[in-house]
């Protein structure tokens, strides 16, 4: 008799062990599913929010008027857009001469800085670093202030060049935060492994430090074409007759109505954009990992 409550007892013991276990993975499985359906109930909330304008805009894009009523499917802004839009695109092209120019020079000099402010000691250290962040702080409409009374003080004419010198300007502590936050993940033996095999200061720069920076110095570049292509209010104090930007165009375009050819070169930039991230996909990873 003892012997069969002993051997009932092993049995009962791991099926309610398997039962507790059972109801509580299904309360757990319960939970979850509570959790990740309101989770993706935001998520597609915070989707939406973000891209329907997007849409909206693609489809409108197509619309045969000018109003916000669909009156059938059309080309005809597209068409406008690329035959029949000379200042538009003179425009486009100094944004995008303007947003590579001053990103590159941003890019040389902010890496260059944060290389330097990371690896050398001077007394005045603290206080660089510091003013090298005011251009991020600062109200946009204080810095083209700024710029425009120092242009008017030098004499030189607002043009293509004082644009270039104000986005040069406000993008670089962009492109010096981004380096020196790489620069801070640096293992610091490989400079002295550098040093002990002979190499240079100037061989360690370029064959160390910098290949090394290198996702830093990317990450920095693509901010600063970004933030230049997109600004406005320092460029509307800086730019001179002729030297208007996209932003600027479309400024002026927009006092008189909301132009579907706006809506059509929105969707091609777009369209540009999505086909540049996928050929730079496999390179950005690439860097990255290294």
């Known amino acids: 008799m003892t012997s069969f409550r002993r051997i009932l007892h092993h049995i009962v013991t791991p099926l309610k062990s398997t039962v507790s276990l059972g109801e509580a993975a299904r309360h757990a499985k319960r939970a979850y599913r509570n959790h990740s359906s309101f989770s993706q109930t935001i998520f597609i909330a915070t989707m939406g929010f973000l891209f329907l304008p997007l849409i ?40 995008m001469f303007i947003a590579a120019s001053s990103a590159a020079s941003a890019t040389l000099i902010g890496a260059l800085g944060a290389i330097g402010i990371n690896w050398y000691r001077f007394k005045l250290r603290g206080y660089v670093q510091t003013i090298s962040f005011l251009p991020m702080i600062l109200p946009e409409i204080i810095i083209g202030v700024s710029l425009s009374i120092f242009f008017a003080g030098l004499k030189i004419r607002l043009s293509l060049l004082t644009i270039f010198i104000a986005h040069t300007t406000f993008n ?8 020196m936050a790489r620069l801070d993940e640096f293992d610091f ?25 290198m996702p830093g110095i990317v990450s920095g570049f693509l901010t600063a074409v970004t933030i230049s292509l997109e600004d406005f209010v320092i460029t509307s104090f800086v730019a001179g007759p002729g030297s208007s930007t996209l932003p600027l165009y479309i400024y002026s375009a927009i006092r008189f109505g909301v ?18 991230t996928c050929l730079l996909r496999n390179f950005l990873k690439y860097i990255a990992a290294k």
């Not at 670089?172 to 380096?179: A, G, I, N, T």
């Open 56 to 95: 909206v805009l693609v489809l409108y894009s197509f619309n045969a008027s000018k109003g916000m009523h669909w009156t059938g499917f059309s080309l005809v802004w597209y068409e406008q857009l690329f035959l029949h839009s000379r200042d538009l695109w003179r425009s486009f092209w100094n944004s």
């Open 172 to 179: 670089l502590p962009f492109v010096f935060l981004m380096v």
């Open 189 to 213: 033996s490989i400079i002295e492994a550098a040093h002990d095999l002979g190499a240079t200061e100037g061989q360690t720069l370029l064959k160390v430090i910098i290949p090394l920076s």
């Open 259 to 276: 132009s579907p050819v706006i809506n059509a070169l929105s969707v091609v930039m777009i369209l540009g954009t999505v086909l540049l």
